[in-house]
Protein backbone atom coordinates (compact mmCIF):
# COMPACT_ATOMS: atom_id res chain seq x y z
CA UNK A 1 0.00 0.00 0.00
CA UNK A 2 1.42 2.93 -1.02
CA UNK A 3 1.27 6.13 2.09
CA UNK A 4 0.70 10.13 0.41
CA UNK A 5 2.63 12.76 2.84
CA UNK A 6 1.45 16.61 2.36
CA UNK A 7 3.88 18.90 4.48
CA UNK A 8 7.42 20.53 3.61
CA UNK A 9 10.44 20.16 1.72
CA UNK A 10 13.23 22.85 3.21
CA UNK A 11 16.62 23.58 3.58
CA UNK A 12 17.45 23.75 7.15
CA UNK A 13 20.56 25.90 8.40
CA UNK A 14 21.26 24.10 11.61
CA UNK A 15 23.87 24.81 14.66
CA UNK A 16 24.30 22.18 17.55
CA UNK A 17 27.25 21.23 19.35
CA UNK A 18 29.08 19.35 17.48
CA UNK A 19 29.07 21.50 14.48
CA UNK A 20 27.18 23.39 11.83
CA UNK A 21 25.94 23.15 8.18
CA UNK A 22 23.77 25.89 6.15
CA UNK A 23 20.74 25.15 3.42
CA UNK A 24 20.87 21.13 3.61
CA UNK A 25 18.27 19.42 2.33
CA UNK A 26 15.43 19.00 4.99
CA UNK A 27 11.68 19.77 5.86
CA UNK A 28 8.71 17.58 7.05
CA UNK A 29 7.87 15.72 4.39
CA UNK A 30 11.00 15.14 3.16
CA UNK A 31 12.33 13.32 6.66
CA UNK A 32 9.10 11.25 6.11
CA UNK A 33 8.77 10.35 3.18
CA UNK A 34 12.70 9.31 2.70
CA UNK A 35 11.93 7.20 5.99
CA UNK A 36 8.86 5.74 4.86
CA UNK A 37 10.40 4.47 1.64
CA UNK A 38 12.05 1.87 3.56
CA UNK A 39 8.87 0.44 3.67
CA UNK A 40 6.57 1.18 1.25
CA UNK A 41 5.84 3.64 -1.87
CA UNK A 42 5.96 7.11 -1.49
CA UNK A 43 3.89 10.43 -3.26
CA UNK A 44 4.71 13.57 -2.54
CA UNK A 45 3.06 16.61 -2.20
CA UNK A 46 4.99 19.89 -1.48
CA UNK A 47 6.43 23.09 -3.36
CA UNK A 48 9.74 23.94 -3.62
CA UNK A 49 11.50 27.06 -5.27
CA UNK A 50 13.59 27.59 -8.31
CA UNK A 51 17.15 27.17 -6.23
CA UNK A 52 15.86 23.78 -5.03
CA UNK A 53 18.47 21.60 -7.08
CA UNK A 54 18.03 18.74 -9.60
CA UNK A 55 20.37 16.93 -6.87
CA UNK A 56 17.66 16.32 -4.01
CA UNK A 57 15.23 15.71 -6.55
CA UNK A 58 17.39 12.59 -7.78
CA UNK A 59 18.06 11.97 -4.26
CA UNK A 60 14.20 11.42 -3.58
CA UNK A 61 13.29 9.59 -6.67
CA UNK A 62 15.68 7.15 -5.98
CA UNK A 63 13.86 6.86 -2.67
CA UNK A 64 11.13 5.72 -5.18
CA UNK A 65 9.41 8.58 -3.89
CA UNK A 66 7.04 9.76 -6.49
CA UNK A 67 7.20 13.59 -7.10
CA UNK A 68 4.41 14.57 -9.35
CA UNK A 69 3.00 16.18 -6.42
CA UNK A 70 5.98 18.53 -5.81
CA UNK A 71 4.94 21.96 -7.48
CA UNK A 72 7.89 23.75 -8.32
CA UNK A 73 6.78 27.56 -7.89
CA UNK A 74 8.56 31.02 -8.79
CA UNK A 75 10.50 32.25 -5.77
CA UNK A 76 13.10 30.45 -2.94
CA UNK A 77 12.08 27.41 -1.44
CA UNK A 78 11.25 27.23 2.60
CA UNK A 79 14.47 27.60 4.46
CA UNK A 80 14.56 27.15 8.52
CA UNK A 81 17.31 28.39 10.64
CA UNK A 82 17.29 26.49 14.13
CA UNK A 83 20.26 26.16 16.84
CA UNK A 84 20.04 22.97 19.59
CA UNK A 85 22.10 23.23 22.60
CA UNK A 86 23.05 20.64 25.00
CA UNK A 87 19.84 19.70 25.92
CA UNK A 88 19.02 18.61 22.33
CA UNK A 89 15.31 18.17 23.16
CA UNK A 90 14.88 21.97 22.33
CA UNK A 91 15.57 23.70 19.59
CA UNK A 92 15.45 27.55 19.03
CA UNK A 93 13.82 28.68 15.63
CA UNK A 94 16.76 31.71 14.63
CA UNK A 95 14.39 32.85 10.98
CA UNK A 96 11.66 31.43 9.48
CA UNK A 97 11.89 31.81 5.50
CA UNK A 98 8.33 30.75 4.44
CA UNK A 99 9.22 31.95 0.57
CA UNK A 100 7.64 29.86 -1.52
CA UNK A 101 5.50 28.13 1.33
CA UNK A 102 3.75 30.93 2.46
CA UNK A 103 0.99 30.60 -1.11
CA UNK A 104 1.29 26.78 -0.53
CA UNK A 105 -2.25 25.11 -1.82
CA UNK A 106 -1.43 21.59 -1.76
CA UNK A 107 -3.17 19.65 -4.76
CA UNK A 108 -3.43 16.18 -4.65
CA UNK A 109 -2.49 14.76 -8.56
CA UNK A 110 -5.15 12.74 -10.13
CA UNK A 111 -2.62 9.96 -10.75
CA UNK A 112 -1.79 9.51 -7.59
CA UNK A 113 -5.64 7.75 -6.75
CA UNK A 114 -6.75 6.95 -3.63
CA UNK A 115 -4.41 7.36 -0.52
CA UNK A 116 -4.75 4.78 1.84
CA UNK A 117 -2.46 5.79 4.28
CA UNK A 118 -2.22 9.56 4.72
CA UNK A 119 0.02 11.58 6.57
CA UNK A 120 -0.43 15.04 7.13
CA UNK A 121 2.35 16.41 8.45
CA UNK A 122 2.61 19.52 10.28
CA UNK A 123 1.31 22.56 8.03
CA UNK A 124 -1.77 24.91 8.45
CA UNK A 125 -4.53 22.88 9.87
CA UNK A 126 -6.61 24.69 6.79
CA UNK A 127 -4.35 22.77 4.56
CA UNK A 128 -4.66 19.73 6.34
CA UNK A 129 -8.19 20.18 5.72
CA UNK A 130 -8.03 21.19 1.96
CA UNK A 131 -6.23 17.74 1.93
CA UNK A 132 -8.99 16.02 3.74
CA UNK A 133 -11.85 17.28 1.44
CA UNK A 134 -9.71 16.54 -1.79
CA UNK A 135 -9.26 12.66 -1.05
CA UNK A 136 -11.17 9.83 -0.57
CA UNK A 137 -11.71 8.34 3.21
CA UNK A 138 -8.13 6.76 3.50
CA UNK A 139 -8.31 3.63 5.25
CA UNK A 140 -5.76 5.33 7.66
CA UNK A 141 -5.29 8.84 8.32
CA UNK A 142 -2.62 10.43 10.51
CA UNK A 143 -1.21 13.86 11.30
CA UNK A 144 0.72 16.41 12.99
CA UNK A 145 0.61 19.82 14.08
CA UNK A 146 3.40 22.34 16.40
CA UNK A 147 2.77 24.63 19.01
CA UNK A 148 2.09 27.67 16.75
CA UNK A 149 -1.23 26.15 15.39
CA UNK A 150 -2.20 25.08 18.69
CA UNK A 151 -1.90 28.29 19.74
CA UNK A 152 -3.36 30.47 16.51
CA UNK A 153 -5.65 27.70 14.90
CA UNK A 154 -6.87 25.21 17.81
CA UNK A 155 -10.38 25.54 16.56
CA UNK A 156 -9.37 24.30 13.24
CA UNK A 157 -7.09 22.14 14.21
CA UNK A 158 -9.59 20.00 16.24
CA UNK A 159 -11.87 19.98 13.52
CA UNK A 160 -8.97 18.46 11.72
CA UNK A 161 -8.49 16.17 14.43
CA UNK A 162 -11.51 14.84 14.29
CA UNK A 163 -11.09 13.45 11.29
CA UNK A 164 -8.22 11.38 11.91
CA UNK A 165 -7.15 8.10 13.55
CA UNK A 166 -3.56 8.82 14.54
CA UNK A 167 -2.57 12.11 16.12
CA UNK A 168 0.91 12.55 16.73
CA UNK A 169 2.03 15.14 19.11
CA UNK A 170 5.19 16.23 21.29
CA UNK A 171 4.48 15.78 24.89
CA UNK A 172 4.59 19.56 25.52
CA UNK A 173 1.83 20.17 22.31
CA UNK A 174 -0.39 17.15 23.78
CA UNK A 175 -0.67 19.30 27.24
CA UNK A 176 -0.85 22.72 25.38
CA UNK A 177 -3.77 21.84 23.35
CA UNK A 178 -5.59 19.46 26.35
CA UNK A 179 -5.44 22.04 29.09
CA UNK A 180 -4.05 19.28 31.29
CA UNK A 181 -0.49 19.07 33.34
CA UNK A 182 -0.95 15.27 33.27
CA UNK A 183 -0.17 13.29 30.36
CA UNK A 184 -2.93 10.92 30.93
CA UNK A 185 -5.57 13.42 31.76
CA UNK A 186 -4.19 14.96 28.61
CA UNK A 187 -4.56 11.68 26.43
CA UNK A 188 -8.06 11.07 27.67
CA UNK A 189 -8.92 14.15 26.36
CA UNK A 190 -7.87 14.00 22.65
CA UNK A 191 -9.15 10.55 22.60
CA UNK A 192 -12.40 12.53 23.31
CA UNK A 193 -12.00 14.44 20.60
CA UNK A 194 -12.60 11.45 18.46
CA UNK A 195 -8.52 10.40 17.69
CA UNK A 196 -8.42 6.29 17.82
CA UNK A 197 -4.95 6.26 18.49
CA UNK A 198 -2.22 8.99 20.03
CA UNK A 199 1.30 9.12 19.89
CA UNK A 200 2.83 11.17 22.18
CA UNK A 201 6.63 11.94 21.42
CA UNK A 202 8.87 12.62 24.58
CA UNK A 203 11.93 13.01 22.42
CA UNK A 204 15.16 11.00 24.26
CA UNK A 205 12.78 9.37 26.26
CA UNK A 206 10.57 7.56 23.80
CA UNK A 207 7.16 7.30 22.94
CA UNK A 208 4.07 6.54 24.55
CA UNK A 209 0.71 5.43 22.84
CA UNK A 210 -2.56 5.77 24.49
CA UNK A 211 -5.60 4.14 22.96
CA UNK A 212 -9.18 3.40 24.08
CA UNK A 213 -7.64 0.10 25.40
CA UNK A 214 -3.86 0.52 26.07
CA UNK A 215 -0.83 2.35 26.60
CA UNK A 216 2.23 1.08 25.23
CA UNK A 217 5.53 2.72 26.34
CA UNK A 218 8.76 2.56 23.95
CA UNK A 219 11.74 4.47 24.82
CA UNK A 220 14.71 5.93 22.80
CA UNK A 221 17.33 4.03 21.78
CA UNK A 222 20.14 5.55 23.86
CA UNK A 223 22.73 6.88 21.66
CA UNK A 224 26.24 7.75 22.59
CA UNK A 225 26.35 10.56 19.47
CA UNK A 226 23.20 12.77 19.11
CA UNK A 227 24.81 15.27 16.47
CA UNK A 228 21.06 16.72 14.86
CA UNK A 229 17.50 15.73 16.16
CA UNK A 230 16.04 18.15 13.55
CA UNK A 231 13.43 15.78 11.48
CA UNK A 232 13.38 13.04 14.11
CA UNK A 233 9.99 13.59 14.47
CA UNK A 234 8.87 13.27 11.06
CA UNK A 235 11.73 10.07 10.60
CA UNK A 236 9.80 8.11 13.48
CA UNK A 237 6.46 9.43 11.61
CA UNK A 238 7.38 7.96 8.37
CA UNK A 239 8.97 4.69 9.80
CA UNK A 240 5.88 4.12 11.54
CA UNK A 241 3.62 4.80 8.88
CA UNK A 242 5.59 3.14 6.29
CA UNK A 243 5.64 0.64 8.38
CA UNK A 244 2.17 0.19 8.97
CA UNK A 245 1.60 0.31 5.08
CA UNK A 246 3.34 -2.07 4.76
CA UNK A 247 1.93 -4.84 6.77
CA UNK A 248 -1.64 -3.33 6.67
CA UNK A 249 -1.82 -4.25 10.26
CA UNK A 250 -3.32 -1.54 12.15
CA UNK A 251 -4.32 -4.06 15.13
CA UNK A 252 -3.00 -2.73 18.53
CA UNK A 253 -0.25 -4.98 17.88
CA UNK A 254 0.88 -3.89 14.48
CA UNK A 255 0.30 0.10 15.69
CA UNK A 256 3.28 -0.82 18.64
CA UNK A 257 5.52 -2.67 15.98
CA UNK A 258 5.42 -0.10 13.85
CA UNK A 259 5.88 2.29 16.32
CA UNK A 260 9.14 0.64 17.04
CA UNK A 261 9.90 0.76 13.48
CA UNK A 262 9.41 4.45 13.73
CA UNK A 263 11.60 4.71 16.88
CA UNK A 264 14.22 2.76 15.38
CA UNK A 265 14.81 5.07 12.18
CA UNK A 266 14.54 8.34 14.40
CA UNK A 267 17.30 7.06 16.42
CA UNK A 268 19.30 6.54 13.18
CA UNK A 269 18.37 10.11 11.57
CA UNK A 270 19.84 11.89 14.92
CA UNK A 271 23.11 10.19 14.26
CA UNK A 272 23.95 13.32 11.48
CA UNK A 273 23.13 16.36 10.12
CA UNK A 274 20.16 16.28 7.41
CA UNK A 275 19.64 12.98 6.19
CA UNK A 276 22.96 12.11 5.47
CA UNK A 277 22.36 8.76 8.08
CA UNK A 278 19.00 7.78 6.02
CA UNK A 279 21.38 7.98 3.03
CA UNK A 280 23.56 5.60 3.81
CA UNK A 281 21.25 3.17 5.51
CA UNK A 282 20.65 -0.49 5.15
CA UNK A 283 17.50 -2.42 5.77
CA UNK A 284 20.24 -4.91 7.77
CA UNK A 285 20.70 -1.94 10.21
CA UNK A 286 16.87 -1.40 10.67
CA UNK A 287 16.26 -5.25 11.50
CA UNK A 288 19.21 -5.60 13.94
CA UNK A 289 18.19 -2.08 15.73
CA UNK A 290 15.46 -3.42 15.92
CA UNK A 291 16.07 -6.33 17.53
CA UNK A 292 18.28 -4.10 19.80
CA UNK A 293 15.25 -2.27 21.18
CA UNK A 294 13.33 -5.59 22.21
CA UNK A 295 16.34 -6.72 24.07
CA UNK A 296 16.73 -3.70 25.74
CA UNK A 297 13.05 -3.48 27.21
CA UNK A 298 13.08 -7.68 27.55
CA UNK A 299 11.98 -8.82 31.11
CA UNK A 300 10.15 -11.40 32.07
CA UNK A 301 6.37 -12.10 33.18
CA UNK A 302 5.59 -12.57 36.54
CA UNK A 303 7.48 -15.81 38.32
CA UNK A 304 4.99 -18.05 39.62
CA UNK A 305 7.39 -18.26 42.62
CA UNK A 306 7.16 -15.39 43.82
CA UNK A 307 5.36 -15.12 47.58
CA UNK A 308 4.76 -12.01 49.83
CA UNK A 309 5.99 -12.38 53.16
CA UNK B 1 17.79 -13.08 52.59
CA UNK B 2 17.18 -10.11 54.71
CA UNK B 3 18.29 -6.69 53.62
CA UNK B 4 20.42 -3.91 55.91
CA UNK B 5 19.86 -0.11 55.00
CA UNK B 6 21.62 2.92 56.61
CA UNK B 7 19.48 6.36 55.55
CA UNK B 8 17.21 9.02 57.42
CA UNK B 9 13.85 8.53 58.99
CA UNK B 10 12.37 12.06 59.07
CA UNK B 11 8.83 14.25 59.22
CA UNK B 12 8.59 15.71 56.22
CA UNK B 13 6.47 18.56 55.59
CA UNK B 14 5.32 18.63 51.63
CA UNK B 15 3.17 21.04 49.29
CA UNK B 16 1.81 20.02 46.21
CA UNK B 17 -0.87 21.49 43.95
CA UNK B 18 -2.68 18.36 45.19
CA UNK B 19 -3.00 19.42 49.03
CA UNK B 20 -0.31 19.69 52.00
CA UNK B 21 0.65 17.56 54.68
CA UNK B 22 3.03 18.62 58.07
CA UNK B 23 5.12 16.21 59.60
CA UNK B 24 4.34 13.62 58.67
CA UNK B 25 6.38 10.16 58.43
CA UNK B 26 9.15 10.55 55.44
CA UNK B 27 13.11 9.93 55.82
CA UNK B 28 15.17 7.85 52.81
CA UNK B 29 15.58 4.80 54.98
CA UNK B 30 11.44 4.73 55.96
CA UNK B 31 10.57 4.64 52.17
CA UNK B 32 12.86 2.32 51.43
CA UNK B 33 12.34 -0.26 54.19
CA UNK B 34 8.78 0.01 54.00
CA UNK B 35 8.61 -0.73 50.38
CA UNK B 36 11.43 -3.56 50.63
CA UNK B 37 9.12 -5.14 53.83
CA UNK B 38 6.63 -6.47 50.80
CA UNK B 39 9.50 -8.59 49.32
CA UNK B 40 11.62 -9.49 52.55
CA UNK B 41 12.98 -8.40 56.02
CA UNK B 42 14.17 -5.52 56.39
CA UNK B 43 16.86 -4.06 59.53
CA UNK B 44 17.42 -0.63 59.83
CA UNK B 45 19.82 1.97 60.93
CA UNK B 46 18.73 5.46 61.65
CA UNK B 47 18.55 7.81 64.63
CA UNK B 48 15.34 9.80 65.70
CA UNK B 49 14.69 12.16 67.88
CA UNK B 50 12.66 12.66 71.22
CA UNK B 51 9.37 13.53 69.74
CA UNK B 52 9.11 10.65 67.06
CA UNK B 53 5.55 9.43 67.97
CA UNK B 54 5.37 5.42 69.19
CA UNK B 55 2.57 5.63 66.42
CA UNK B 56 5.90 5.08 63.64
CA UNK B 57 7.80 2.90 66.04
CA UNK B 58 4.61 0.45 65.79
CA UNK B 59 3.66 1.47 61.69
CA UNK B 60 7.67 0.34 60.77
CA UNK B 61 7.46 -2.94 63.27
CA UNK B 62 4.29 -4.10 61.68
CA UNK B 63 6.05 -4.35 58.58
CA UNK B 64 8.23 -6.32 59.92
CA UNK B 65 10.95 -4.18 59.90
CA UNK B 66 13.68 -4.85 62.88
CA UNK B 67 14.35 -1.52 64.54
CA UNK B 68 17.23 -2.37 66.99
CA UNK B 69 19.19 -0.30 64.53
CA UNK B 70 16.89 3.27 65.09
CA UNK B 71 18.68 5.18 67.70
CA UNK B 72 16.60 7.34 69.59
CA UNK B 73 19.08 10.29 70.66
CA UNK B 74 18.25 13.57 72.71
CA UNK B 75 16.94 16.82 70.51
CA UNK B 76 14.31 16.69 67.70
CA UNK B 77 14.03 14.47 64.37
CA UNK B 78 15.12 15.82 61.12
CA UNK B 79 12.56 18.07 59.15
CA UNK B 80 12.48 18.49 55.54
CA UNK B 81 9.80 20.72 54.25
CA UNK B 82 9.59 21.57 50.85
CA UNK B 83 7.39 21.91 47.84
CA UNK B 84 6.37 21.12 44.27
CA UNK B 85 4.82 22.74 41.79
CA UNK B 86 2.69 21.03 38.38
CA UNK B 87 6.48 19.85 36.99
CA UNK B 88 6.24 17.05 39.48
CA UNK B 89 9.98 15.88 38.80
CA UNK B 90 11.19 18.74 40.75
CA UNK B 91 11.01 19.43 44.33
CA UNK B 92 11.71 23.05 45.82
CA UNK B 93 13.42 22.20 49.20
CA UNK B 94 11.97 25.29 51.32
CA UNK B 95 13.64 24.66 54.66
CA UNK B 96 15.86 21.18 56.00
CA UNK B 97 16.52 20.67 60.18
CA UNK B 98 18.69 18.08 60.96
CA UNK B 99 18.63 18.09 64.36
CA UNK B 100 19.78 14.91 65.12
CA UNK B 101 20.77 13.91 62.50
CA UNK B 102 23.84 16.64 62.22
CA UNK B 103 25.52 14.33 64.68
CA UNK B 104 24.50 10.81 63.45
CA UNK B 105 26.89 8.03 63.90
CA UNK B 106 25.72 4.77 61.70
CA UNK B 107 26.21 1.66 64.42
CA UNK B 108 24.86 -1.85 63.19
CA UNK B 109 23.72 -3.68 65.99
CA UNK B 110 26.09 -7.09 66.09
CA UNK B 111 22.01 -8.93 66.31
CA UNK B 112 21.89 -7.83 62.54
CA UNK B 113 24.91 -9.95 61.94
CA UNK B 114 26.44 -9.99 58.47
CA UNK B 115 24.22 -8.22 55.72
CA UNK B 116 23.81 -10.22 52.57
CA UNK B 117 22.01 -7.10 51.09
CA UNK B 118 22.73 -3.39 51.98
CA UNK B 119 21.51 -0.07 50.77
CA UNK B 120 23.20 3.05 51.53
CA UNK B 121 20.33 5.57 51.18
CA UNK B 122 21.45 9.30 50.35
CA UNK B 123 23.86 10.60 53.38
CA UNK B 124 27.04 11.67 53.35
CA UNK B 125 29.77 9.45 51.56
CA UNK B 126 32.01 9.34 54.65
CA UNK B 127 28.96 8.17 56.61
CA UNK B 128 28.13 5.71 54.24
CA UNK B 129 31.76 4.24 54.35
CA UNK B 130 31.73 4.18 57.72
CA UNK B 131 28.76 1.42 57.30
CA UNK B 132 31.01 -0.50 54.76
CA UNK B 133 33.52 -0.71 56.98
CA UNK B 134 31.81 -2.11 60.07
CA UNK B 135 29.74 -4.76 57.63
CA UNK B 136 31.65 -7.81 56.27
CA UNK B 137 31.51 -8.15 52.41
CA UNK B 138 27.68 -8.18 51.53
CA UNK B 139 26.74 -10.08 48.60
CA UNK B 140 25.56 -6.55 47.44
CA UNK B 141 25.79 -3.46 48.09
CA UNK B 142 23.87 -0.83 46.46
CA UNK B 143 24.02 3.40 47.05
CA UNK B 144 22.25 6.40 46.11
CA UNK B 145 23.00 9.91 46.37
CA UNK B 146 22.27 13.92 45.84
CA UNK B 147 23.64 16.28 44.06
CA UNK B 148 24.35 18.24 47.60
CA UNK B 149 27.14 15.35 47.86
CA UNK B 150 28.31 15.40 44.38
CA UNK B 151 29.20 18.81 44.64
CA UNK B 152 30.72 19.46 48.33
CA UNK B 153 32.61 15.56 48.57
CA UNK B 154 33.13 14.28 45.10
CA UNK B 155 36.29 12.61 46.46
CA UNK B 156 34.47 10.80 49.40
CA UNK B 157 31.69 9.66 46.94
CA UNK B 158 33.64 8.16 44.83
CA UNK B 159 35.65 5.98 46.95
CA UNK B 160 32.58 4.97 48.30
CA UNK B 161 31.31 3.99 44.28
CA UNK B 162 34.31 1.64 44.01
CA UNK B 163 33.18 -0.33 46.65
CA UNK B 164 29.44 -0.91 45.36
CA UNK B 165 27.82 -3.25 43.38
CA UNK B 166 24.81 -0.89 42.32
CA UNK B 167 24.74 2.45 42.11
CA UNK B 168 21.11 4.27 41.51
CA UNK B 169 20.77 7.91 40.76
CA UNK B 170 18.97 10.30 39.50
CA UNK B 171 19.51 11.54 35.59
CA UNK B 172 20.91 15.15 36.34
CA UNK B 173 23.12 13.30 38.88
CA UNK B 174 24.54 11.21 36.82
CA UNK B 175 25.63 13.60 34.26
CA UNK B 176 26.66 16.13 37.11
CA UNK B 177 28.91 13.41 38.71
CA UNK B 178 30.23 12.64 35.47
CA UNK B 179 30.58 15.81 33.79
CA UNK B 180 29.05 14.11 30.72
CA UNK B 181 25.84 15.77 29.05
CA UNK B 182 25.61 12.39 26.89
CA UNK B 183 23.90 9.97 29.24
CA UNK B 184 25.50 6.74 27.43
CA UNK B 185 28.75 8.62 28.21
CA UNK B 186 27.64 9.23 31.43
CA UNK B 187 27.11 5.73 31.97
CA UNK B 188 30.27 4.52 30.61
CA UNK B 189 32.13 6.92 33.11
CA UNK B 190 30.41 6.21 36.09
CA UNK B 191 30.93 2.07 35.04
CA UNK B 192 34.42 2.82 34.92
CA UNK B 193 34.70 3.87 38.22
CA UNK B 194 33.99 -0.02 39.17
CA UNK B 195 30.21 -0.27 39.69
CA UNK B 196 28.39 -3.22 38.25
CA UNK B 197 25.40 -1.93 37.44
CA UNK B 198 24.26 1.75 36.69
CA UNK B 199 20.81 2.73 37.75
CA UNK B 200 19.50 5.90 36.22
CA UNK B 201 16.14 7.32 37.36
CA UNK B 202 14.54 9.40 35.62
CA UNK B 203 11.44 10.18 36.98
CA UNK B 204 7.91 10.10 35.33
CA UNK B 205 9.99 9.07 31.98
CA UNK B 206 10.82 5.45 34.17
CA UNK B 207 14.92 4.11 34.24
CA UNK B 208 17.40 2.92 32.46
CA UNK B 209 19.71 0.52 33.56
CA UNK B 210 23.49 0.08 32.16
CA UNK B 211 26.03 -2.77 33.02
CA UNK B 212 28.87 -3.67 30.91
CA UNK B 213 26.68 -6.34 28.94
CA UNK B 214 23.08 -4.67 28.25
CA UNK B 215 20.62 -1.40 27.97
CA UNK B 216 17.58 -2.26 30.09
CA UNK B 217 15.04 -0.07 29.48
CA UNK B 218 12.20 0.43 32.19
CA UNK B 219 8.83 2.86 31.64
CA UNK B 220 7.09 4.74 34.41
CA UNK B 221 3.75 4.35 35.18
CA UNK B 222 1.59 6.66 33.33
CA UNK B 223 -0.70 8.04 35.81
CA UNK B 224 -3.50 10.10 35.91
CA UNK B 225 -3.03 10.86 39.55
CA UNK B 226 0.64 12.18 41.34
CA UNK B 227 -0.29 13.12 44.44
CA UNK B 228 3.53 13.83 45.85
CA UNK B 229 6.62 12.22 44.18
CA UNK B 230 8.71 12.58 47.76
CA UNK B 231 10.47 8.98 48.23
CA UNK B 232 9.05 7.80 44.78
CA UNK B 233 13.47 7.20 44.66
CA UNK B 234 13.48 5.09 47.79
CA UNK B 235 10.63 3.50 47.31
CA UNK B 236 12.09 2.11 43.84
CA UNK B 237 14.91 1.12 45.58
CA UNK B 238 13.10 -0.72 48.26
CA UNK B 239 10.69 -2.67 45.48
CA UNK B 240 14.23 -3.23 43.81
CA UNK B 241 16.46 -5.03 46.39
CA UNK B 242 14.00 -6.44 48.19
CA UNK B 243 12.79 -8.32 45.16
CA UNK B 244 16.38 -9.04 44.62
CA UNK B 245 17.09 -10.51 47.76
CA UNK B 246 13.76 -12.09 48.26
CA UNK B 247 15.13 -14.06 45.18
CA UNK B 248 18.77 -13.46 44.98
CA UNK B 249 18.76 -13.71 41.34
CA UNK B 250 21.36 -11.04 40.20
CA UNK B 251 21.86 -12.03 37.21
CA UNK B 252 20.88 -9.73 34.38
CA UNK B 253 17.37 -11.05 34.07
CA UNK B 254 16.84 -10.60 37.68
CA UNK B 255 17.93 -7.23 37.90
CA UNK B 256 15.55 -6.44 34.88
CA UNK B 257 12.45 -7.82 36.79
CA UNK B 258 13.53 -5.96 40.09
CA UNK B 259 13.55 -2.61 38.31
CA UNK B 260 9.96 -3.39 37.47
CA UNK B 261 9.25 -4.48 41.06
CA UNK B 262 10.67 -1.47 42.01
CA UNK B 263 9.35 0.87 39.68
CA UNK B 264 5.35 -0.34 40.56
CA UNK B 265 6.44 0.46 44.04
CA UNK B 266 7.24 3.76 43.40
CA UNK B 267 4.07 4.24 41.05
CA UNK B 268 1.57 3.55 44.38
CA UNK B 269 3.94 5.69 46.27
CA UNK B 270 3.20 8.69 44.52
CA UNK B 271 -0.56 8.48 44.64
CA UNK B 272 -0.84 10.04 48.18
CA UNK B 273 1.19 11.61 50.73
CA UNK B 274 3.65 10.08 53.26
CA UNK B 275 3.76 6.49 52.94
CA UNK B 276 -0.26 6.11 53.24
CA UNK B 277 -0.66 4.13 49.93
CA UNK B 278 2.02 1.56 50.90
CA UNK B 279 0.06 1.58 54.15
CA UNK B 280 -2.98 0.33 52.53
CA UNK B 281 -1.14 -1.32 49.52
CA UNK B 282 -1.85 -4.77 48.91
CA UNK B 283 0.51 -7.40 47.12
CA UNK B 284 -2.52 -8.66 44.81
CA UNK B 285 -1.91 -4.90 43.85
CA UNK B 286 1.66 -4.97 43.26
CA UNK B 287 1.52 -8.25 41.04
CA UNK B 288 -2.00 -6.79 39.25
CA UNK B 289 0.51 -3.79 38.60
CA UNK B 290 3.97 -5.79 37.62
CA UNK B 291 1.40 -7.62 34.61
CA UNK B 292 -0.35 -4.10 33.92
CA UNK B 293 4.01 -2.89 32.66
CA UNK B 294 4.32 -6.66 31.40
CA UNK B 295 1.67 -5.79 28.94
CA UNK B 296 2.55 -1.69 28.43
CA UNK B 297 5.66 -2.38 27.23
CA UNK B 298 5.33 -5.68 24.85
CA UNK B 299 5.74 -5.91 21.57
CA UNK B 300 6.66 -8.86 19.17
CA UNK B 301 9.64 -9.47 17.52
CA UNK B 302 10.95 -9.16 14.40
CA UNK B 303 8.15 -10.92 12.09
CA UNK B 304 10.16 -13.38 9.48
CA UNK B 305 7.88 -11.74 6.61
CA UNK B 306 8.96 -8.17 6.37
CA UNK B 307 10.59 -7.26 3.79
CA UNK B 308 12.41 -4.60 2.58
CA UNK B 309 11.32 -2.40 -1.29
Known sequence: MSILVVGSVAFDSVETPFG?????????ATYFSTSASFFTDVNLVAVVGEDFPQEHVD???SRNIDLQGLAREKGKTFHWQGRYGYDLNEAQTLATHLNVFETFKPRI????????????????????????????????IACDTMNYWISSKPEALKRVIERVDIFIINEGEARQLSGEANLVKAARKLLDLGVKTLIVKRGEYGVLMFNRASVFAAPAYPLEEVFDPTG????????FMGYLANTGDTSDEGIRQAIIFGSVMASFNVEDFSLNRLKS???EEIEARYRSF?????????????TAL
Open 59 to 61: FLS
Open 232 to 239: AGDTFAGG
Open 109 to 140: PATYGGADYLFLANIDPDLQMEVLNQVERPRI
Open 281 to 283: LGY
Open 294 to 306: KAMTHFQGLPEAT
Open 20 to 28: RVDNVLGGS
